[in-house]
């Protein structure tokens, strides 16, 4: 296979598949290294920054997907009509930033540093596929713990949850 038919192909696939496809399938679906083919990808995606395409490839986690500029968001919505989004409360986002910065994290320890109860916050994002339950903690009662999702990271513009921006710590005086 030459590479004009394997970027075809990675084309093919990522068009197909609509989520986020990892790194992991894309090389065992083409039978080529994992290495080579996130070169491959990187070439495409340079390819479509550079030429100005209306679509783009994306990185989420080791993922790659096909998705449209944003830049474009204005002519799509005249075009779709958009399903009405209601945005998240000042809670849940709260909530959310403190499952982001400190993930794996309880509702107890959510509601310990709100110092609210959390359960409609945490429901509204799971709900939403901001986070999810990621498993439950060892220890009495075994509480479920929470973890950010792709679609956070997607939302976000992030390729990782290393890419957060750092958290500012505050004293007492200044809160």
Not at 10 to 38: M, N, Q, R
Not at 135 to 144: E, F, K, N, S
Not at 169 to 175: N, P
């Amino acid at each position: 296979m030459d590479i004009k038919e394997i970027k075809s192909i990675i084309e093919s696939l990522l068009y197909v598949a609509g989520d986020a496809v990892h790194i992991k399938e894309l090389s065992g679906v083409l039978g080529i290294d994992e290495p080579t083919v996130k070169r491959i990808v990187n070439q495409m995606m340079d390819y479509y920054n550079d030429e100005g395409r209306g679509m783009q490839i994306i990185e989420v986690n080791n993922s790659y997907q096909f998705c449209t500029r944003p830049e474009h968001y204005e002519y799509i919505e005249r075009l779709v009509k958009p399903q009405t989004r209601q945005g998240l409360s000042q809670a849940s986002l709260e909530t959310l930033s403190i499952v982001a910065y400190k993930q794996p994290i309880t509702r107890v320890q959510i509601d310990s540093i709100r110092g609210v109860k959390s359960d409609s916050s945490i429901s509204r994002l799971l709900e939403k596929e901001l986070i999810f339950e990621a498993g439950r903690q060892d220890g009495p009662g075994r509480p479920m713990i929470y973890c950010t999702t792709d679609n956070f990271l997607k939302l976000f513009g992030l390729k990782s949850i290393s890419e957060l921006p750092p958290l500012k710590e505050f004293t007492e005086e200044q809160l």
